[in-house]
T-cell receptor
Framework: GESVGLHLPTLSVQEGDNSIINCAYS??????FIWYKQESGKGPQFIID?????DKRQGQRVTVLLNKTVKHLSLQIAATQPGDSAVYFC????????????FGSGTRLQVQP | DVKVTQSSRYLVKRTGEKVFLECVQD?????MFWYRQDPGLGLRLIYF???????EKGDIPEGYSVSREKKERFSLILESASTNQTSMYLC????????????FGPGTRLTVT
C-alpha cells in the first residue's frame, strides 16, 4: 500500500500470480482517480482511471476498484508478468477546481520469475 | 501518439545558477504541469498552467517560476539553484479543461552541486 516517507513499499509476487496494489486517498470530495506505472528511467504511463460514480473498472489484465466509504483504491493485475515490474502510483483529483492530480508515494512491484 | 518532450535527460548545475527546464507537447493540450519526484515522496506538483500566459501554484512552488508563452511549451525556471532542488523533474500535459489523463515526458534529472 501507500506510505509517507523515504521508504517505498514493495510488493513481491511470482510470475503468473495476481497482484493487488492498494492506495488510501485522503479527500472524500475527490471525483477522479488514476493509476500510473513508472518503469526505471521513464516518465509515468497511464494504466487505468475511474470516476467516483463507478466502483469498478476493467482494462486489459487490470482492474481498478474504488471504495468511497473507506476512501480506498486498489489496482489488480492478473497473471503478473516480468514486464509489470515497476513503481505504481495512484492519484486523485481534489474537487477544488484545480485541474491537477495529487499523487501517492508509490508502490514498487517486483515480479519473481 | 501524444508526445511530451523535455529538453534534457540529465543536467548538472552549480548552486546559484539560473536553470531553465523546457517542456514541449505536440497534441495541442490546454493543460501543462511541472512535478518533481523524490524517492518515497511520489510526485509533487510545482506549477501548472491551463492556458497560454496563465499559471497557478501547485503544492511546492517556492524557489521556482514558470513561463507559458506558447500553448505547446511550458518552462520551469529555477531562479537561483540550490542543492535541495536536486531531483527528477517531470512535465505533463492533459487535453482538456477538466481533469483527465495526464501524459508525461521522460523526465530531467537535475543535480545541483
Amino acid at each position: 500500500g501507500e506510505s509517507v516517507g523515504l521508504h517505498l513499499p514493495t510488493l513481491s509476487v511470482q510470475e503468473g500470480d495476481n497482484s493487488i496494489i492498494n492506495c488510501a486517498y485522503s479527500n472524500s470530495a475527490s471525483d477522479y482517480f488514476i493509476w500510473y506505472k513508472q518503469e526505471s528511467g521513464k516518465g509515468p504511463q497511464f494504466i487505468i482511471d475511474i470516476r467516483s460514480n463507478m466502483d469498478k473498472r476493467q482494462g486489459q489484465r487490470v482492474t481498478v476498484l474504488l471504495n468511497k466509504t473507506v476512501k480506498h483504491l486498489s489496482l489488480q493485475i492478473a497473471a503478473t508478468q516480468p514486464g509489470d515490474s515497476a513503481v505504481y502510483f495512484c492519484a486523485e483529483s481534489p474537487d477544488t477546481g484545480r485541474r491537477a492530480l495529487t499523487f501517492g508515494s508509490g508502490t514498487r512491484l517486483q515480479v519473481q520469475p | 501518439d501524444v508526445k511530451v518532450t523535455q529538453s534534457s535527460r540529465y543536467l548538472v548545475k552549480r548552486t546559484g545558477e539560473k536553470v531553465f527546464l523546457e517542456c514541449v507537447q505536440d497534441m495541442d493540450h490546454e493543460n501543462m504541469f511541472w512535478y518533481r519526484q523524490d524517492p518515497g515522496l511520489g510526485l509533487r506538483l510545482i506549477y501548472f498552467s491551463y492556458d497560454v500566459k496563465m499559471k497557478e501554484k501547485g503544492d511546492i512552488p517556492e524557489g521556482y517560476s514558470v513561463s507559458r508563452e506558447k500553448k505547446e511549451r511550458f518552462s520551469l525556471i529555477l531562479e537561483s539553484a540550490s542543492t535541495n532542488q536536486t531531483s527528477m523533474y517531470l512535465c505533463a500535459s492533459s487535453p482538456s479543461g477538466s481533469i483527465d489523463e495526464q501524459y508525461f515526458g521522460p523526465g530531467t534529472r537535475l543535480t545541483v552541486t
